[in-house]
């Protein structure tokens, strides 16, 4: 059965030209917010305030860039090392435990193995904000307020049970007979680990 050739020549239109042009045009619209915002940034406050609106600032100024990282009123240096140490801190903690805790789940059975992997995914049902109340007082209790450790300790809270989950996932994907290869070879289970499956 042959198909027609007008509907061919539709197709190749559609999905082609007109495909991309859409999707050039849903992409431009997306990024137009962080344009706007990218050009505020080298504007004055004057033409930030202006009506009518000015789109296009006046010159291409870094004051308002050396204001937020030099401010005394808004440190934005200080916000960033900050975010930088939690972020690095609980992103280490939260790989290292979260592959020897998916690995684990992923290749050995044990009692109590599937109520470990339903207990993490119950966990992704609950909103973090449920949890701001019952974190704030366990954290004035044991004085961590306004340190670094309530910050990362709820991170790595909050990220752990979603990392092991996916991990148990990627884990077994990877076929076994890889891993007994490699002990074969004179590796063991953690040589294995690391060499093969990660």
């Given at each position: 059965m042959t198909r027609?050739?007008?509907?061919?020549?539709?197709?190749?239109?559609?999905?082609?030209?007109?495909?991309?042009?859409?999707?050039?045009?849903?992409?431009?619209?997306?990024?137009l917010p962080f344009v706007w915002v990218f050009l505020a940034s080298f504007k004055t406050r004057a033409e930030l305030y202006a009506t009518p609106i000015v789109y296009l600032p006046a010159s291409l100024s870094v004051a308002n860039y050396v204001e937020a990282w030099t401010s005394k009123l808004t440190p934005f240096s200080r916000f960033f090392?900050?975010?930088?140490?939690?972020?690095?801190?609980?992103?280490?903690?939260?790989?290292?435990?979260?592959?020897?805790?998916?690995?684990?789940?992923?290749?050995?059975?044990?009692a109590g193995r599937q109520t470990f992997l339903l207990i993490f995914l119950a966990t992704?049902?609950?909103?973090?904000?449920?949890?701001?109340?019952?974190?704030?007082?366990?954290?004035?209790?044991?004085?961590?307020?306004?340190?670094?450790?309530?910050?990362?300790?709820?991170?790595?809270?909050?990220?752990?049970?979603?990392?092991?989950?996916?991990l148990v996932g990627y884990f077994e994907s990877i076929p076994l007979e890889l891993e007994e290869s490699a002990m074969l070879d004179g590796c063991n289970r953690f040589g294995a680990l690391c060499r093969v499956v990660l």
């Open positions: 027609a050739p007008g509907r061919d020549l539709a197709e190749r239109v559609l999905g082609g030209p007109v495909l991309w042009l859409g999707l050039a045009a849903l992409t431009l619209f997306a990024m090392a900050n975010s930088l140490w939690v972020s690095s801190v609980t992103m280490v903690a939260t790989t290292l435990v979260s592959i020897l805790a998916g690995y684990a789940l992923a290749r050995f059975r044990f992704q049902m609950f909103p973090a904000v449920l949890l701001i109340a019952p974190l704030l007082s366990q954290w004035y209790a044991l004085g961590l307020i306004d340190t670094y450790q309530a910050l990362i300790y709820s991170n790595f809270s909050f990220t752990v049970p979603f990392t092991v989950w996916m």
